[in-house]
């Protein structure tokens, strides 16, 4: 029999203790909140019964579609493959997780016979599949899958095997599109010999993590992605094509470049960015205007690849992402997913133009993104770009982010990000986490993303969660200088230096000389006296003059070493008018004590926090503690 972990709301104690009571009868080793002895850490104890479950059993009831603990425990169940989703009556479980097959019972909540036989055999069956599972990564050798994952290789293999690598893209209205996957020829002989059939296996592994595509038979017209690598004296080349199946003529096609000393990560980093920019365009071809043409296909493509250039290594181009947009829009003016993307690089490219120009970007932002609604009302991105175009910290935008996540959902987590960067921002750190959890389920690869909820677990006080999001992502790409960030910021709560340290020596993680110095100096000054904190603080603030150097960390550095004027200082011109998506660092531990000075309080005024905070009747979490500052009374 299986361990098994229940996730339920309390209010909904006496239907968990049906459940339990069912799931005993089975034989089950089972584990509840009801096993917490007294005086138990019971956040850590919950974490080390997840770990240990085979299968994660939750109760998806009213009371618990807003319960931030189920959502979090839900989250590991889902994203280690051992989800069992049960409901109440006709209960939807949050987006997220709509892609299970939900067990239902009564209204009641009675656990009948065909109930708990149900239940027994989804548990056997996520049971058996991490058995498998096991094997599979014991065979592996010194090849290393995220756990994630572990499952959907072999799940992706016999796929292939059975029905010829053909999936079918669905959105919520029904079918997208179909793909098939071609071959990758190895062009030079300088590629290793493994290289094609890896991309090949990553590439199937990346898509078929998505809870949107399916296998099986499809209507409509078929496309077939397949490519190319090339090698020279030190890079590597994959190039990506896509091409009508039965007419195999070439509509699109991208490229990317990875070292060649990287050969061994490079298909798993090419597969994540590809996978990706498929997702995007092939999703976006379903419109409620009908499906759109190969020309006007390519150039949403070639959006997408700009939107997602952190995947292949590059910086977003927003001009180029909005000539795309335009371009494609004047092709197929009644594609309402062209408009938001029109939308989305306008308000992008409002960053660093001039006063006009940007005044003339944010009127086209607005002017694309209501056409875009005008078209379908449904279109999460469209209400994405609305609430960055109002002010930030205030009810009216997070009204469209609210809107953004209640329509249908996107194709890039997006409208996810977007939230949870909001919540984030005012200090609402447990439904921020939620939400960046529900972007990872949708682009599980993705620096950004996986940063974003690295960051918001730490500053939730969650560091540990935190460090080990960061692991498998810096295995895949070292270079992701959002996630060394992290590890560093995080040492300056926890104390864990090591992971730190390592970040700021690896030459990968794009620090410069003084950063490194003055991090370094800052992370000793912990266990010195006032002249080594003095002269640290000094550090941080030459290098906080130098504005490529600046950045959220140094914020965290400074209120760490109780330098709080000058850490409000550097947030104030940091999150200024513009804002900043590392808003977030104001609520991390580290600036606990910072939080109860007057520059604090002065600067979330400026920022419009307390207004927001006022205005919303919700108070940001630190203010809920029992120790809070004595100014959160003034909140209401």
């Known amino acids: 029999m299986a361990r098994v972990f229940l996730s339920y709301s309390r209010q909904d104690r006496a239907i968990a203790e049906s459940l339990a009571s069912a799931l005993e009868k089975a034989g089950h080793i089972l584990w509840w909140d009801r096993n917490l002895e007294g005086g138990s850490r019971f956040a850590s104890e919950i974490e080390a019964e997840l770990e240990r479950a085979e299968a994660v059993v939750v109760l998806w009831s009213p009371h618990s579609l807003k319960s931030a603990w189920v959502q979090d425990e839900a989250a590991e169940g889902r994203d280690s493959g051992r989800l069992v989703p049960v409901a109440l009556g006709d209960i939807k479980p949050p987006l997220g997780f709509r892609q299970f097959h939900t067990i239902a019972l009564p209204a009641r909540g009675i656990v009948s016979a065909q109930s708990a036989t149900a239940i027994d055999a989804a548990i056997a069956k996520i049971a058996g599949q991490g058995a498998l599972a096991a094997k599979a990564e014991s065979s592996a050798g010194a090849r290393r899958w995220?756990?994630?994952?572990?499952?959907?290789?072999?799940?992706?293999?016999?796929?292939?095997?059975?029905?010829?690598?053909?999936?079918?893209?669905?959105?919520?209205?029904?079918?997208s599109a179909r793909l098939a996957l071609g071959q990758f020829a190895a062009l030079s002989p300088q590629v290793p010999s493994s290289a094609a059939a890896a991309l090949r296996e990553e590439l199937l592994a990346a898509i078929?993590?998505?809870?949107?595509?399916?296998?099986?038979?499809?209507?409509?017209d078929a496309y077939v992605a397949g490519g190319s690598i090339r090698a020279s004296s030190d890079r590597l080349r994959?190039?990506?094509?896509?091409?009508?199946?039965?007419?195999?003529?070439?509509?699109?096609?991208?490229s990317f470049e990875q070292p060649l000393a990287e050969a061994d990560v490079a298909p798993r980093r090419v597969a994540a960015a590809a996978s990706t920019l498929l997702r995007c365009g092939l999703s976006g071809r379903s419109d409620p205007g009908g499906a759109i043409g190969d020309e006007a296909l390519a150039l949403y493509l070639n959006y997408c690849a700009e939107y997602w250039a952190e995947t292949a290594g590059r910086t977003m181009s927003a001009t180029r992402g909005l000539d795309f947009a335009r371009r494609l829009v004047e092709i197929e003016p009644g594609f309402s997913r062209g408009w938001s993307a029109r939308g989305r690089m306008a308000s992008w490219a409002v960053r660093g133009a001039s006063p006009a120009e940007a005044d003339r970007l944010r009127m086209e932002a607005a002017e694309a993104a209501r056409k875009a609604l005008a078209l379908d009302p449904r279109n999460s991105q469209g209400h994405e770009v609305l609430a960055a175009l109002e002010p930030r910290n205030s009810l009216a935008r997070e009204r469209h982010h609210q809107r953004s996540v209640s329509v249908r959902p996107g194709d890039c987590g997006c409208e996810h990000v977007g939230y949870g960067g909001f919540l984030a921002g005012v200090g609402r750190l447990s439904e921020a986490i939620v939400q960046f959890r529900r972007a990872r389920d949708i682009v599980p690869l993705s620096v950004s993303v996986n940063a974003s909820l690295a960051e918001s677990l730490h500053a939730a006080g969650r560091s540990d969660e935190a460090a080990r999001l960061a692991a498998p992502?810096?295995?895949?790409?070292?270079?992701?200088?959002?996630?060394?960030e992290m590890l560093v910021r995080t040492?300056?709560?926890?104390?864990?230096?090591?992971?730190?340290?390592?970040?700021?020596?690896?030459?990968?993680?794009?620090?410069?000389?003084?950063?490194?110095?003055?991090?370094?100096?800052?992370?000793d000054a912990g266990s010195g006296g006032a002249p080594t904190r003095d002269a640290a603080?000094?550090?941080?603030?030459?290098?906080?003059?130098?504005?490529?150097s600046r950045s959220s960390l140094l914020v965290t550095a400074l209120g760490a070493l109780g330098a709080h004027r000058e850490a409000m200082q550097l947030a104030g011109e940091m999150f200024g008018a513009a804002g900043s998506p590392d808003q977030f660092v104001l609520f991390e531990p580290a600036l606990e004590q910072t939080r109860r000075t007057a520059e604090f309080w002065a600067l979330a005024g400026r920022l419009g926090l307390v207004r927001y905070w006022r205005e919303s009747r919700i108070r940001p979490e630190f203010c809920r503690t029992k120790d809070a500052p004595a100014q959160c009374r003034a909140l209401g």
């Open 146 to 175: 995220p756990r994630r994952r572990l499952g959907m290789v072999a799940l992706a293999g016999a796929l292939v095997l059975a029905l010829g690598s053909l999936w079918t893209w669905r959105d919520a209205e029904g079918e």
């Open 208 to 220: 078929g993590t998505d809870g949107r595509i399916e296998v099986g038979e499809a209507k409509g």
């Open 238 to 254: 994959f190039t990506l094509h896509l091409a009508r199946a039965d007419q195999s003529r070439q509509i699109w096609a991208t």
């Open 473 to 484: 992502i810096l295995e895949i790409w070292p270079g992701a200088r959002q996630m060394h």
């Open 491 to 523: 040492a300056f709560w926890s104390g864990d230096k090591a992971a730190a340290r390592r970040s700021l020596a690896d030459p990968r993680s794009h620090f410069t000389a003084a950063e490194r110095a003055a991090f370094g100096a800052a992370l």
């Open 537 to 548: 603080v000094r550090r941080l603030t030459a290098l906080a003059s130098d504005p490529s």
